[in-house]
């Protein structure tokens, strides 16, 4: 099991970064609860809108509206578990995510690859994913292997199934997929159950998390949604990440971007935990400012360290395991 040294803690002994004020930390929150009650949240499917209103929520189904009173936030936020523990299929990979521990995993989920021995940019394929899992397994400076392309060379309502193939075969590491809704998930979960013996095996050890994202400003798609939900009942951590851009899908000051990214990530831990108290939960981050001059995300710049810096103090205010892209 690995468990990092800490980046800086009560004793200081790293360099850290106190982006806020309890004050100022405060402001956030009221002001993310104030958007939840009042302006709530653009919710697709009609199951995630279900949950929602039997976890009391007001919710407009015509306008598929869904808005969360202050106290189920708190006791969504109350019940995810403040450590999350990832497991790779050999027991030594097992990684902690807790308190200020600093873990490490590559980006996802790439179209495109350079050919590693013509040097094309080429789409990607079912072979990169086991290349790349079979070199993420080797480093020890990766954790965890987010799956880092996707294989264009497969049917699309099978790609999930291919992913998860190459990733489990290649590294005994914890695996990060991002499938779409129900039915990608479903095949991620049923094939490393199989791999641990069964859905009750995979409960207890964790190889495969899920990463998702909401759509910014205030939206949780289907895709989105179905992902959260299936993570929540086969007990896997589900990864909420924002990529809300400052200037182009959230306000143009980093202060509303990280009203609007808090929103986002809140809500879709209030949905999993909804449809399974106590699952596990990481409170995720790709949120970056939008570059007005060339219609792209930033990375890289000060507005994206800014927020780096900003999102782990938002996680430690909630207690929730942290995840920050771009960093």
């Given amino acids: 099991m690995i468990r990092r040294q800490v980046a800086g803690g009560l004793r200081k002994a790293g360099l850290g970064v106190e982006m806020f004020t309890q004050d100022e930390m405060l402001d956030i929150h009221y002001a993310t609860v104030e958007v939840l009650e009042k302006t709530g949240l653009w919710v697709e499917d009609d199951e995630a809108l279900d949950i929602f209103s039997d976890g009391g929520c007001w919710v407009d189904r015509a306008a598929h509206k869904v808005r969360i ?9 109350r019940s995810a578990p403040r450590k999350v523990v990832l497991c790779g299929r050999d027991p030594k990979n097992d990684v902690v995510l807790e308190g200020w521990r600093v873990t490490y995993t590559n980006f996802a989920e790439g179209v495109k690859t350079i050919d590693p021995y013509s040097g094309e940019l080429r789409p990607s394929i079912k072979q990169d994913v086991a290349d790349i899992a079979k070199i993420v397994d ?38 990060c997929g991002l499938p779409l809704g129900h039915h990608g998930s479903d095949l991620m979960i049923d094939a490393a159950a199989i791999v641990m013996g069964g ?41 909420v990440l924002s990529m809300a851009m400052a200037g182009g899908s959230s306000p143009v000051t980093l202060a509303g971007t990280l009203v ?25 981050s790709s949120t970056t400012a939008f570059d007005l001059r060339r219609a792209a995300a930033t990375v890289g710049t000060p507005e994206c360290a800014l927020i780096n810096a900003a999102v782990p103090a938002l996680g430690r205010f909630y207690e929730l395991p942290t995840y920050v892209a771009g960093a």
Avoid at 151 to 167: G, M, N, R
Avoid at 204 to 212: C, G, K, Q, V
């Fill in 69 to 77: 009173p202050e106290t189920v936030l708190e006791e969504c936020v």
């Fill in 138 to 175: 080797w480093t020890d400076q990766i954790d965890v292997y987010t799956i880092a392309v996707t294989a264009t060379d497969v049917p699309p309502d099978a790609a999930e199934a291919h992913l998860i193939q190459e990733s489990l075969a290649n590294t005994t590491k914890p695996i």
């Fill in 199 to 239: 859905h009750d095996k995979l409960r207890e050890r964790p190889i495969l998390e899920f990463l998702s994202c909401p759509v910014s400003p205030l939206k949780l798609m289907g895709e989105f949604t179905g992902c959260i939900i299936s993570a929540a009942r086969a007990g896997i951590p589900a990864n």
């Fill in 260 to 284: 609007t990214h808090n929103a986002e990530v809140l809500g879709g831990i209030v949905l999993a935990q909804l449809a399974e108290k106590g699952c596990p939960c990481i409170y995720g």
